[in-house]
């Protein structure tokens, strides 16, 4: 049911308030999404030396000396997926976004990874809004559900929103002292409090597409929409779909994501007149090393990474081959990395079976050297892990859930050990997984097996509900990560192979 929020006698006063009419004003949004701890510059497969906080905030100057009104915003994630994350959870990256000027943040769900009193830190030590218009802690406010600033004359109203499924994607520990607010409902509540009192409505959101689309449907009066937690694209969207385009004249509400890890950096230029944008046109601007280092932030960076580096450059063995960790592969198929750590867990615990999500693995380790830096960035988390006993129907189900998202690139998608599946992705939600055999056997459904898995999914995480059910639960108290490192040091050269243990038909 929705819910909606109530923002008390402000709203009653600045509801009483017009909005004033005003001439056309040109306003230039800036956008970050998906930072996930990548305050260094990183390598892809086409391109090295991308994305990196000195050269995003030299990009950001840049574009603040040839704009007269601009907005910096980020819609979320800026913790968990390398080793500065891990190491510093967020401090570098705050800081950072203070030296170069950001006017406000959408908490996405990674920001709760370290419990609630971490991210209350991290909103301390911000110098700009974290809002979190979707989540509370249990009868209170974490911090600012909406904030209302004043740019060229304009007043706009920027609130977040946080995708409806944040209990499965936030450690269970964590999400019990929250509270959960309907985007829909909330934007709604806010439009009808706040939106005679402001000229332009602005959401960041960190939901799915098709979520992001049945706002705009759902509340035509937000302006703006700026997406996260999922993969960016190129041009701007309406709440009709279609493809993206460049500009649009007179549009309804827009809708923009910029590429993850701050590859890019979004532009998105507004003409505003009268409450309505007469004209959008967005880009992607790319973020290279071909930017000067902006002084300030490199600085900064500087000093975090050599307290990293005397920390992670110990080498602790070496990888034989290139171990995949890739995004699009750990989400959707086997890949070596994903069976050396399911093995690992299953060798450690002595279960039949080990099932790790694959987005608990946030990185590839390339051919060569393996250092403790690596581990830190693959593995990110702090989990625990957890074994419990299954029958051969509830293994079933677990793995049905895992390949339940496979086309959005979700991360419950399960790399085993100790048991092969086949699934076909065509088949309805549910009646997927066509084969499975358990030490090469076929499953039987009223058998118990023991099962190693993370604390994450023990506890329901990433829909694993049907783990909640597994009898004489022990939590071995092991780190994952630590359990990695250890093996890595112990086998000492990995060249850990795809067996067909996971096949999409």
């Given at each position: 049911?929705?819910r ?25 949004l800036?956008?970050t ?9 990183f390598?892809?497969p ?9 050269a995003r ?6 574009v603040?000396?040839?704009a007269?009104?601009v ?13 500065m994350?891990s190491?510093?959870r ?9 030296l ?16 609630v009193?971490?991210?209350?830190r ?11 218009t979707s ?5 209170q406010?974490?911090t600012?559900?909406?904030?209302i ?8 109203l920027?609130?977040s ?23 829909i409902?909330s ?10 009192s402001?000229d ?5 959101t960190h ?5 992001d ?16 937690h ?6 701007v969207?309406?709440?009709?779909g279609?493809r ?8 309804p509400?827009?809708?923009v ?5 701050g ?6 230029d507004?003409?505003v007149?009268?409450g309505k944008?007469?004209?959008a046109s967005?880009?992607n601007l790319p973020?290279?090393?071909a ?6 932030v ?5 000093q ?5 580096q005397?920390r ?14 890739e995004?699009g592969?750990v989400?959707?198929r086997?890949?070596n990395?994903?069976?050396m ?8 615990a002595r279960?039949d079976?080990a099932?790790?999500n694959?987005?608990?693995?946030r ?21 625990s ?5 299954l ?17 959005q690139g979700a991360g ?17 939600s549910?009646?997927r ?18 099962v190693?898995?993370?604390?994450f999914l ?7 509900s049907v783990?909640k059910?597994?009898?004489?639960r ?16 112990r ?5 850990a192979?795809?067996d067909g243990?996971?096949?999409?038909r």
């Amino acid at each position: 049911m929705r819910r909606f929020i109530v923002v008390g006698l402000i709203v009653l006063v600045l509801a009483a308030t017009s909005a004033a009419q005003s001439p056309a004003v040109r306003l230039t949004l800036l956008y970050t999404s998906e930072h996930h701890g990548n305050v260094l510059p990183f390598d892809t497969p086409t391109a090295k030396g991308v994305g990196g906080m000195a050269a995003r905030a030299s990009l950001i100057a840049q574009v603040r000396g040839e704009a007269p009104n601009v907005l910096l915003l980020d819609s979320g994630d800026i913790l968990m997926g390398t080793a500065m994350s891990s190491v510093f959870r967020g401090e570098p990256d705050i800081l950072a976004m203070n030296l170069i000027g950001y006017d406000a943040m959408a908490a996405g769900n990674h920001e709760f990874d370290y419990g609630v009193e971490h991210f209350r830190r991290l909103v301390r030590l911000a110098k700009f809004p974290i809002i979190s218009t979707s989540l509370r802690a249990r009868g209170q406010e974490l911090t600012p559900l909406f904030i209302i600033k004043q740019v060229a004359g304009l007043r706009v109203l920027i609130f977040s929103t946080l995708d409806e499924e944040w209990a499965d994607i936030i450690h269970p520990n964590i999400s019990r002292e929250l509270e959960y607010f309907d985007p829909i409902g909330s934007a709604q509540g806010l439009i009808r409090g706040l939106g005679r009192s402001v000229d332009l409505v602005i959401a960041l959101t960190h939901m799915s597409n098709s979520l992001d689309l049945a706002l705009a449907r759902a509340v035509p009066q937000i302006h703006v929409i700026i997406g996260g937690h999922t993969d960016g694209f190129d041009g701007v969207l309406t709440a009709a779909g279609g493809r993206p385009v460049d500009a649009i004249d007179n549009p309804p509400t827009v809708y923009v994501k910029t590429h993850r890890l701050g590859a890019t950096v979004g532009r998105l230029d507004l003409v505003v007149a009268d409450g309505k944008v007469r004209r959008a046109s967005v880009r992607n601007l790319p973020v290279t090393g071909a930017l000067a280092p902006e002084p300030a932030v490199a600085g900064l960076v500087k000093q975090y990474e050599d307290r990293l580096q005397a920390r992670f450059a110990e080498v602790i063995g070496r990888a034989a081959l290139f171990l995949d960790g890739e995004r699009g592969t750990v989400r959707a198929r086997e890949t070596n990395l994903g069976n050396m750590i399911s093995d690992a867990v299953r060798e450690f615990a002595r279960t039949d079976v080990a099932i790790i999500n694959g987005g608990n693995i946030r990185g590839s380790i390339n051919e060569g050297p393996i250092t403790l830096g690596d581990a830190f960035r693959v593995l990110a988390f702090d989990n625990s892990i957890v074994t419990f006993q299954l029958t051969g129907a509830q293994i079933r189900e677990a793995l049905e859930n895992g390949v339940s998202m496979v086309e959005q690139g979700a991360g419950r998608f399960a790399q085993v050990a100790g048991m092969s599946y086949a699934y076909e992705r065509g088949r309805p939600s549910g009646q997927r997984v066509v084969e499975l055999r358990i030490g090469g056997q076929p499953v039987d459904p009223t058998r118990r097996y023991s099962v190693a898995t993370n604390d994450f999914l023990a506890d329901g995480g990433d829909g694993f509900s049907v783990f909640k059910l597994g009898v004489q639960r022990r939590d071995t108290q092991m780190d994952l990560r630590d359990l990695f490192i250890e093996t890595i040091r112990r086998v000492g050269v990995v060249s850990a192979r795809l067996d067909g243990r996971i096949t999409a038909r």
